[in-house]
Antibody, heavy 121, light 107 residues
Framework: QVQLVESGGGAVQPGGSLRLSCAAS????????MHWVRQAPGKGLEWVAV????????HYADSVKGRFTIARDNSEKTLYLQMNSLRAEDTALYFC??????????????WGQGTLVTVSS | EIVLTQSPATLSLSPGERATLSCRAS??????LIWYQQKPGQAPRLLIY???TRATGIPARFSGSGSGTDFSLTISSLEPEDFAVYYC?????????FGQGTRLEIK
């Protein structure tokens, strides 16, 4: 069965950095586009970034462009999100999500349980 | 950027009733509209993709319709487990965007 397990969240001061990881299992990781989506406490969903199967195509939300970097290691079946210059408004639960693929590119059919990032002084 | 506006913000209904949730796009999303369900403390669950196709394992009481700028999610007869928050998402153009959500609560 598909499993996505995020880690790396925690408390950090404004301007600091964190690296999130998402360990994937139960599917052929290298064959799928992967996403990061976040949810501020009590708020709705916000798409953050996407990386295509071989890492050759990447897109970011404007709110994180230039500060966050998405990456993947297909040999380790792991997705990453490097977050720099963190701001209070980046405080959220960060989900990694698997793309549905050719049936409907960029529909998200499996999600992890999320890792919480808190940015506060 | 395509802005998605969901209505109503909150919908209060009883089990057995029919629920209709709306998602309106600021510009055409073609048929590339997706619906998710999220329960407290859980990750979102994919319900419907490409406006009207049910995802694997989703009960037939869930249906989606629409194209262009106006979309709807219908739950034909509410079960107790259907009370949750529902989000729409578009995949028509970058960036991917979500609506703000509709909370479906028990009346």
């Amino acid at each position: 069965q598909v499993q996505l397990v995020e880690s790396g969240g925690g408390a950090v001061q404004p301007g600091g950095s964190l690296r999130l990881s998402c360990a994937a299992s139960g599917f052929t990781f290298s064959n799928y586009i992967m996403h990061w989506v976040r949810q501020a406490p009590g708020k709705g969903l916000e798409w953050v970034a996407v990386i295509y199967e071989d890492g050759g195509i990447i897109h970011y939300a404007d709110s994180v462009k230039g500060r966050f970097t998405i990456a993947r290691d297909n040999s380790e079946k792991t997705l990453y999100l490097q977050m720099n210059s963190l701001r209070a408004e980046d405080t959220a639960l960060y989900f990694c999500a698997k793309d549905l693929g050719s049936s409907s590119w960029h529909a998200l059919d499996y999600w992890g349980q999320g890792t919480l990032v808190t940015v506060s002084s | 950027e395509i802005v998605l506006t969901q209505s109503p913000a909150t919908l209060s209904l009883s089990p057995g009733e029919r629920a209709t949730l709306s998602c309106r796009a600021s510009q055409s999303a073609r048929s590339y509209l997706i619906w998710y369900q999220q329960k407290p403390g859980q990750a979102p669950r994919l319900l419907i993709y490409d406006a009207s196709t049910r995802a694997t394992g989703i009960p037939a009481r869930f249906s989606g319709s629409g194209s262009g700028t106006d979309f709807s999610l219908t739950i034909s007869s509410l079960e107790p487990e259907d009370f949750a928050v529902y989000y729409c998402q578009q995949r028509s153009s970058w960036p991917i965007t979500f609506g703000q959500g509709t909370r479906l609560e028990i009346k």
